[in-house]
């Protein structure tokens, strides 16, 4: 281990409790990879103990916000927030098939990336994400945790136009 270790998280990524492990750690395996349990997780409990030979001597948690807490305040967004990040909705998406990740440009991509990026960065340079979809649904059936992710696009399009980023056409 490092001497000092930092953790930098989305402040989403905190769950109520160790015990709350039990439900999600599984349901992160099964729906990423279909496995029981993933090999690529770990628990680190904090900075080495006296008397422990392993760990780091300083540990820092720093949790980030970046616009999340604006998400949270959103009644219709929110519930973007809830996902644990297992990618069976990009492996479901039609679109995502095709183009693959890098092309999205940003951390986040397939339809969770589309749903969250733009009200991580500014809408309006990323509302075209919202775009990336046929809108079949594939998406929010396989979603781990129900989010209703092709609504959540159509959102995403809705806030865009009332905020004059996607102005409709003159006929
Ligand atoms: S939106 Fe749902 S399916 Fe997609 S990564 Fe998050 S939890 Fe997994």
């Not at 409990?45 to 008397?51: E, I, L, N, S, V």
């Amino acid at each position: 281990m490092p001497k000092t270790h930092i953790v930098i998280a989305g402040i989403e990524k905190v769950i109520p409790s160790m015990t709350d492990l039990a439900l999600f750690w599984p349901l992160l395996a099964t729906f990423g990879t279909g496995q029981r349990i993933t090999s690529y997780s770990t628990i680190i409990t904090g900075p080495k103990q006296p008397g422990e030979t392993d760990g780091p001597e300083e540990m820092y948690v720093l949790l980030l916000d970046n616009g999340r807490t604006n998400m949270l305040a959103n009644e219709k967004t929110r519930e973007a927030l809830y996902c644990i990040r297992c990618g069976a909705c990009l492996n479901a998406c039609p679109v995502y098939k095709n183009i693959g990740g890098h092309t999205y440009n940003t951390t986040y991509s397939g339809p969770i990336g589309s749903v969250i990026t733009p009200h991580l960065k500014p809408m309006k340079e990323w509302k075209h994400l919202s775009h990336a979809s046929s809108l079949c649904g594939n998406c929010t059936e396989v979603c781990a945790v129900k989010i209703n992710l092709h609504e959540l696009l159509l959102e995403n399009r809705h806030e865009a136009q009332q905020a004059g980023y996607a102005p409709l056409p003159k006929l």
